[in-house]
């Protein structure tokens, strides 16, 4: 690759000196919507905090690239399409929509921000998209013709806002390129907003020097705009905080989004709270070389609460201005969706046959099944209701649920949904029900797929059931594999951590360049596909001993200031001496008897200095696990021992040291190591004499070990010292 091409340029000449305004266009949108109070003054607040870091319209060549993370199914789009509404306030003169990978979410962004932004009574817009046809010469000129405008009048005139809402795929971007390529684009302020900001625009060639396609062709479309912000906005933005500080797609600055007072997300459903979580048996995921012969018991269970939900739906009047809809999610194969298809439309059609002949010997059966699952949907969904109401009206919600395959089958394109034509629904597919789809009053998921290889963004991508659910959440369930529970579970701590260490770090007037990456993952899961991964990050293990076996390569200012640090922790607290029966004088220990308020050591603690990078990791990934504890325990406490405070205790180095003293039979010491709380921080000082395989003596050499419970601890990814510095 160029250098052009990797270095990410931003002379941030004007950008930081400029201040919005909120026009008539910000204004009239967050007036229509209906909004809380706090919500519209979330929206507002967020949406002025990414306009005020984009380039300032009244600039020529500054460019720069900002990150937008929000949940899943939270309302970024509503962000994005207020930011537009600002920046066409504030005389952008031209806004680049990258609009998913796929026709279906194109016209899905195309339509939501067309009636948002009120287009069609509004002729401070100009609109083209790209779904119906190509933009071409034509589209070019009528372009090319607003921009005429707004060079004659200097301000917003007649001229109008160009609004160009495309495919994020290589070849539409490589036309929009080519037919910019012509224009002379100097002084026009562009905002370029890439929607799910981690797909297929992020070079997964990196690692070999190269550019892959998609990647090569954005930054070819960047390079037509002398003067413009690039946005991404996503749930996962793993993928862009891992590549490389110098690509063209690291974000410098960023925002945080606030979800609106309804919405529900992996804190509701994973957080120790399962009422809504069942569990699909292994049992039940089909295998195609395998396959079943039946539809599973799982399925069927999720149908019968589906379908349920749809009666309730009914029974209210909501069939009229809402709606319900069950999404079914196996693997990407389409040979799985059409399996589980015509297993619904089975079920579906035996179900309305038994139904509607209560003779049948199968219906008694069948009404004590949807009985007992109206029994189990009782425990989440607190109207009063009895079975018999949403009995008479079971028939028609099974008879008018559309059931839809959402993938590729037989067609070019994947289907769009049309949402207003029927009240319920039934999706069966794979990608097609991915990242950027809103599947609308999503009640039921079955999910009867593995995890894969373990990128949790890609997971995370899938819970098309997060939302905007709070006024029907006792309605829904969501059926997942054993791995796939255990896998949300632990992407909802990750999802936090990520989050708030980042607002955190952004509150504090830092740049997103200088955030260090860091964050909870389990053992066998990835933040994102290794090919865009261009930072060393180290997978550090946050429970049991953290202990340092290299402290004494120091250099004499850092040995110093370390000795510093631990004599002023133990000239804070008063030790006493510490024994069992049996130990000797010198096994006896001073320890502070009382238990120790770890946010008194806190601070200390994040000064010591390693001249290993691997410890010095460790000790970052140590410190971020007891900052998160604080964060949910301010009063988190641990225990504190005091070794060799007097006579100090020698060891040879061959490189390393060990620290800890071994158990003493005789003498029933159980050895350094096992002093330690099964259930809370151990920390241990230690003062030692080091003598090196040169026989050079280096004396009083400063150790703090830090014991973590397996209860409290976790696996910790953290960007490698030596990275982060750079």
């Not at 099974?398 to 089958?409: G, L």
Request: with cysteine.
């Amino acid at each position: 690759m160029s250098d052009e091409s990797i270095i990410n340029v931003s002379s941030r000449e004007d950008s930081n000196n400029w201040s919005p305004i909120e026009g008539t266009h910000f204004s009239n949108l967050i007036n229509s919507l209906s909004l809380s109070d706090d919500e519209r003054d979330n929206l507002r607040r967020e949406t002025f905090s990414i306009m005020t870091n984009c380039v300032s319209p009244s600039g020529v060549t500054d460019r720069n690239t900002g990150l937008v993370i929000g949940y899943v199914q939270s309302g970024k789009t509503l962000s994005f399409t207020a930011l537009s509404a600002m920046a066409c306030d504030n005389e952008y003169q031209i806004i680049l929509l990258l609009a998913g990978t796929t026709n279906n979410l194109l016209d899905q962004s195309y339509r939501r921000i067309i009636k948002d932004l009120d287009v069609e009574n509004n002729r401070s817009w100009k609109v083209f998209s790209t779904d119906s046809r190509q933009y071409g010469e034509t589209e070019l000129r009528q372009t090319e013709t607003e921009l005429e405008k707004w060079q004659r009048t200097g301000s917003r005139n007649r001229a109008r806002t160009v609004l160009i809402i495309t495919m994020k795929q290589h070849q539409h971007l490589e036309n929009l390129a080519r037919l910019f390529s012509s224009l002379n684009l100097r002084n026009v302020p562009t905002l370029i907003i890439d929607d799910e900001g981690d797909q297929a625009g992020m070079n997964t060639r990196a690692q070999h020097d190269e550019e892959s396609t998609t990647y090569a062709r954005i930054t070819s479309l960047r390079e037509q705009f002398p003067h413009h912000t690039y946005l991404l906005y996503t749930a996962t933005p793993q993928a862009p905080l891992l590549i490389s500080r110098m690509d063209v797609l690291s974000p410098e600055f960023g925002e945080v989004l606030t979800p609106g007072n309804n919405y529900v997300g992996g804190q509701t459903f994973f957080d120790g709270n399962e009422e809504y979580i069942r569990l699909i048996p292994s049992t039940d995921v089909l295998d195609i070389e395998d396959p079943l012969d039946y539809p599973p018991e799982s399925l069927k269970e999720a149908l019968r609460f589906f379908y349920l939900g749809v009666a309730v739906g009914l029974h209210k009047g909501e069939y009229q201005h809402s709606n319900r809809s069950m999404m079914i999610h196996p693997a990407i194969g389409q040979n799985s969706h059409l399996v589980y298809f015509r297993w619904v439309n089975n079920l579906t059609q035996d179900w309305k046959d038994i139904l509607d002949d209560t003779q049948r010997h199968e219906y008694l059966g069948l009404i004590e099944e949807f009985r007992n699952t109206f029994a189990d949907l009782q425990s989440t969904y607190t109207e009063t209701l009895n079975f018999d109401e949403i009995l008479s009206l079971l028939y028609y919600a099974i008879a008018e649920t559309q059931i839809q395959e959402v993938n590729t089958r037989g067609r070019q394109r994947i289907p769009n949904i049309n949402w207003k034509n029927e009240y319920s629904w039934i999706l069966v597919g794979g990608i097609g029900l991915d990242r950027g789809f809103t599947v609308e009053g999503l009640t039921v998921s079955y999910m009867p797929r593995n995890v894969g290889i373990g990128n949790v963004d890609t997971l995370e991508q899938r819970a098309r059931f997060f939302g905007y659910k709070r006024s029907y959440l006792g309605l829904c369930r969501i059926f997942l594999t054993g791995p796939n529970i255990n896998a949300f579970t632990n992407y909802v701590e990750h999802e936090e951590t990520v989050r708030d260490s980042i607002k955190s770090h952004l509150q504090s007037g830092h740049s997103l360049t200088d955030w260090r990456r860091q964050w909870l993952l389990g053992e066998r899961l990835n933040p994102t596909r290794n090919s865009v991964v261009m930072l060393d990050m180290y997978q550090s293990r946050t429970f049991g001993w953290q202990t340092p076996r290299r402290p004494h390569i120091n250099n004499s200012a850092s040995l110093d200031e370390n000795r510093n640090i631990v004599s002023r922790i133990q000239n804070n607290f008063t030790f006493q001496e510490y024994r069992e029966p049996g130990w000797t004088d010198i096994q006896a220990i001073p320890r502070y008897n009382n238990a120790v308020p770890i946010i008194h050591l806190f601070e200390d603690l994040s000064l010591l200095k390693s001249a290993d990078i691997t410890e010095s990791t460790d000790h970052t990934a140590t410190l971020f696990l007891l900052g998160r504890l604080l964060q949910n325990n301010p009063d988190a406490t641990c225990r504190m021992y005091c070794f060799n405070r007097s006579n100090r205790s020698e060891r040879q180095s061959n490189g390393e040291i060990e620290i800890f003293q071994g158990r003493n039979v005789a003498t029933n010491y159980p050895g350094a190591r096992n002093l330690r709380d099964d259930d809370r921080v151990t920390i241990h000082i230690h003062a030692i004499t080091v003598t090196t395989r040169q026989n050079e003596t280096i004396l009083d050499v400063p150790v703090i070990a830090i014991h973590i419970p397996n209860e409290l601890g976790s696996r910790l990814w953290v960007e490698s010292d030596e990275d982060a510095v750079r």
